[in-house]
């Protein structure tokens, strides 16, 4: 059977549209399936059995909330009387709290859920490590984690961060209102609405984020809902950018063409849309140190639609042009896990032999983030010192 799904799309950046539905957040997730045909009929709505038979259903398939986390624990006891449904851990290490609504109203689950994220927020390596054990049957979270991630965990980045995210058939008002005034303050909250659809094959399940988890994961990389309450402050209006520099992509075509990228996975690429012409970033190269500053000049762009002048003075796709890296040529007729681009204008770089790297530093391995930490304050004045032409000027 084919079937087409309609959604309210909301993300007011990337929607004219979302702009009129966000002044209306009392509106319903809803959606309606329609099968394709010269009489299109509607698929009649249906229940699951159970909620329970959701959590088995993400269990066995995680990729039904995000390809981009690994679940680490279920049902994990939180020593005050309660038990968090699900745990998951993100490829920069913060943990995403999964709330299931169950028999609960929707706002008593926005209580609970923030009152697990309080337990969250004090969990050690250690403690982490053993709700992994005990989820997996005696894995190993760092091994787990290298193999999912390819990736080193590191211990120090281990729920410096997290985002709650609450799972329900719909959501009442209220509830969204709360949600709305919790992001508002930097609280990395979000909700994923879920429906079901009876078919002759059987049953579909259809859901939709209230925001867009892009969103979510900004809040929780800023360091909003860092566990470190004392090194949060105010955004001094500068991004951080994790650049990859590996097989995949090149620090010196970067240099040279003047851009940054990510790609991989929406989780990567993402957070690119952060940025907005004029915008300041100091570039980091993982393991390496922090490699240049420069100024945005232009919107996030597909590789397909990304163009630099190729040998010839001619615009070319910047896959023609850029050939000793993959830069995910492989999924270059994707959305989702397709390379995007960010053109710069350097202000001023060095190579990865003179990286600045120095015990302190600001690190991250979300793409862009707007920290909200005064580790990232003293950074900025660190780098200052290294590349004196940050704002354009010899000093």
């Known amino acids: ?39 299109p009929t509607a698929l009649r709505e249906a229940v699951l059995p159970s909620e329970a038979l959701l959590e088995d259903m993400i269990v066995a398939e995680p990729a039904i909330l995000s390809d981009q986390w690994m679940l680490i624990g279920r049902q994990a006891n939180t020593g005050f009387g309660g038990r968090i449904d699900l745990l998951a851990i993100a490829p920069d290490a913060s943990l995403v709290l999964i709330e299931l609504k169950r028999s609960r109203t929707p706002r008593e689950v926005v209580a609970q859920a923030i009152d697990y994220a309080s337990w969250a927020e004090n969990l050690d390596a250690d403690e982490i490590s053993r709700i992994y054990s005990t989820f997996s049957g005696g894995g190993n979270l760092s091994q787990a984690f290298r193999e999912r991630f390819g990736d080193v965990l590191d211990e120090d980045a281990l729920n410096e961060s997290h985002q709650i995210v609450i799972v329900a058939a719909q959501l009442d008002p209220g509830s969204e209102r709360i ?67 590996s097989a995949e992509r090149s620090w010196d075509d970067a240099r040279e063409y003047g851009f940054v990228s990510a790609g991989g996975g929406s989780w990567y690429s993402g957070t690119l849309n952060l940025l907005s012409e004029g915008d300041r970033i100091w570039v980091r190269v993982p393991k390496q140190g922090y490699v240049g500053v420069g100024r945005v000049t232009g919107d996030a762009v597909h590789a397909k639609d990304f163009l630099l002048p190729g040998e010839d003075g001619a615009e070319r796709p910047v896959l023609e042009v850029l050939t000793r890296h993959q830069y995910h040529r492989q999924y270059a007729d994707e959305t989702e896990r397709a390379e995007y681009f960010v053109p710069v204008e350097w202000l001023e770089t060095v190579p990865l032999s003179q990286a600045v790297d120095e015990v302190g530093l600001f690190g991250n391995q979300n793409t862009v983030c707007a920290p909200k930490r005064a580790r990232w304050r003293h950074t900025i004045e660190r780098l200052k010192a290294a590349f004196p032409q940050y704002d354009g000027k010899r000093s």
């Open 1 to 39: 059977m084919w079937a087409i799904i309609a959604t309210v799309a909301r993300n007011p950046k990337h929607d004219p549209f979302a702009i009129i539905a966000s002044e209306f957040l009392t509106m319903p997730i809803r959606h309606s399936i329609w099968n394709v045909d010269s009489k």
């Open 179 to 245: 949600v709305d005034y919790l992001n508002k303050r930097g609280i990395a909250i979000n909700v994923l609405c879920f429906q079901v659809f009876e078919t002759d094959a059987g049953q579909l399940l259809s859901r939709s984020w209230l925001l867009d988890p892009i969103e979510t994961q900004a809040a929780a990389s800023s360091g909003s809902t860092s566990s470190r309450a004392t090194d949060r402050e105010p955004w001094n209006g500068e991004y951080y950018v994790n650049f990859g520099d």
